[in-house]
């Protein structure tokens, strides 16, 4: 239990690196760097041999988890549906600011709610990314749960 929770602690401290360097070409450069490093160890007695396929076999999840990192780029919420909500919502605002009487409380009115409806939309995006932006998914719990479970 101990070793998977630190492995989920890594992965995730791993993926927020990456999307936070966010060059994947050097990173490309130092994973395969690595992995032709690890190929060209010669292993002379078992134990050799089997900390270089232990070591070959993390170098393939690291790589896994890179690519699920990078495939998560995309966002799962589809582009036609924000373009109908954003028409959706200005024609909206249209609508209230045409039928609106013209003073300050309906002007302040129609603009803390449009500001409003925008913060919604705002976070809605953004909690489709967990590990990045203004709100994160924290890892605290697990390593309070590490620290819990001890080694």
């Known amino acids: 239990m101990h070793d998977l929770v630190a492995d989920s602690i890594d992965q995730i401290d791993s993926i927020r690196g990456m999307l936070a360097k966010h060059e994947s070409s050097e990173l490309r450069v130092d994973a395969v760097g690595f992995y032709q490093m690890v190929q060209r160890l010669s292993p002379v007695n078992e134990e050799q041999k089997s900390l270089k396929a232990e070591a070959l076999r993390i170098s393939f999840d690291v790589a896994h988890i890179r690519a ?58 953004d909690m489709d990314e967990p590990l990045t932006g203004l709100m994160q998914v924290s890892i605290e719990p697990l390593r309070n749960a590490l620290a819990v479970i001890g080694s």
């Open 68 to 125: 699920l990192a990078l495939a998560r780029e995309s966002s799962s919420i589809p582009k036609p549906f924000l373009v109908v909500l954003v028409f959706w919502l200005a024609v909206l605002f249209a609508g209230f600011g045409l039928f609106a009487p013209r003073n300050i409380t309906g002007v302040t009115t129609l603009c803390i709610c449009a500001l409003s409806a925008s913060a919604a939309l705002y976070l809605i995006l």
